[in-house]
């Protein structure tokens, strides 16, 4: 087979400007052993073997969006088609959407520790104004039986973090009672950052024998569901 010099000489001359396999059989259409051959001998300088190292991110880079789009499209699809499932919610349903929440994140009594009231923590806003609306609609509990504690790092940004929960809760920042975590050295948490406002504890006053029903409640809804 006589050698294809023209082709030969304008891919070497494409490698020693930086350019890559796949580029430069995008302009010459051989076959890739013939192309891994004559280059076989062809040295690179340092700004075109950093040329291609660029091109090779920039690709991978690519490769990563265009695979990060496809998963957040296809979460999305997820959600939209699962959010239809839900239809209304009802008084029955908040009851017992409000008591699962509180047998998951609730204080309960103890032999040990009686008399606990109501107190409820957790750092997602939509689980506390859910929670704060259960309240409301099953206990008719009022805005002034309620308090909140604000528990945080002491490393974060405080005034960030009671703006974000004054505004969440509708209420004044300075009626946050602040109470700081202590940091670990070398810690490995990840709730750290500008989008950590710490935890809200939320608390009901004179509670105690309405924490005692959540917990006949609770109990019902093991029995039935076990039946």
Same mark, same amino acid.
């Given at each position: 087979?006589?050698?294809?010099? /023209?082709?030969? /000489?304008?891919?070497?001359?494409?490698?020693?400007?930086?350019?890559?396999?796949? %580029? +430069? #059989?995008?302009? @010459?259409?051989?076959?890739?052993?013939?192309?891994?051959?004559?280059?076989?001998?062809?040295?690179? *300088?340092?700004?075109?073997?950093?040329?291609?190292?660029?091109?090779? !991110?920039? *690709? *991978? !880079?690519?490769?990563?969006?265009? =695979?990060?789009?496809?998963?957040?499209?296809?979460?999305?699809?997820?959600?939209?088609?699962? $959010? =239809?499932? +839900?239809?209304?919610?009802?008084?029955?349903?908040?009851?017992?959407?409000?008591?699962? !929440?509180?047998?998951?994140?609730?204080?309960?009594?103890? %032999?040990?520790?009686?008399?606990?009231?109501?107190?409820?923590?957790?750092?997602?806003?939509?689980?506390?104004? @859910?929670?704060? =609306?259960?309240?409301?609609?099953?206990?008719?509990?009022?805005?002034?039986?309620?308090?909140? %504690?604000?528990?945080?790092?002491?490393?974060?940004?405080?005034?960030?973090?009671?703006?974000?929960?004054?505004? +969440? #809760?509708?209420?004044?920042?300075?009626? !946050?009672?602040?109470?700081?975590?202590?940091?670990?050295?070398?810690?490995? $948490?990840?709730? +750290?950052?500008?989008?950590?406002?710490?935890?809200?504890?939320?608390?009901?006053?004179?509670?105690?024998?309405?924490?005692?029903? @959540?917990?006949?409640? @609770? %109990?019902?809804?093991?029995? $039935?569901? #076990?039946?």
């Amino acid at each position: 087979m006589i050698p294809k010099t /023209e082709e030969r /000489e304008k891919a070497i001359k494409l490698r020693k400007e930086g350019f890559s396999y796949s %580029e +430069i #059989l995008k302009e @010459i259409p051989v076959a890739k052993s013939s192309l891994s051959l004559w280059l076989r001998s062809v040295g690179l *300088a340092k700004k075109q073997k950093q040329r291609i190292t660029e091109k090779k !991110l920039a *690709a *991978a !880079l690519r490769g990563a969006r265009a =695979k990060k789009e496809k998963r957040m499209a296809l979460v999305k699809e997820i959600k939209d088609k699962a $959010r =239809k499932d +839900i239809k209304n919610i009802n008084k029955r349903d908040l009851l017992l959407i409000g008591t699962s !929440l509180y047998w998951a994140e609730g204080a309960k009594e103890k %032999e040990n520790n009686p008399g606990v009231g109501i107190n409820f923590s957790n750092s997602d806003p939509r689980m506390i104004l @859910i929670f704060i =609306k259960w309240l409301r609609t099953i206990f008719t509990i009022n805005n002034s039986d309620l308090s909140y %504690e604000l528990y945080i790092h002491e490393t974060a940004n405080l005034r960030n973090a009671k703006l974000y929960w004054s505004k +969440i #809760l509708s209420m004044p920042a300075q009626n !946050l009672r602040v109470y700081f975590k202590k940091n670990k050295i070398n810690t490995i $948490r990840k709730n +750290i950052g500008n989008n950590y406002y710490g935890l809200i504890r939320l608390r009901v006053a004179k509670s105690s024998t309405l924490n005692r029903k @959540i917990a006949g409640w @609770i %109990e019902g809804i093991c029995t $039935r569901s #076990l039946i």
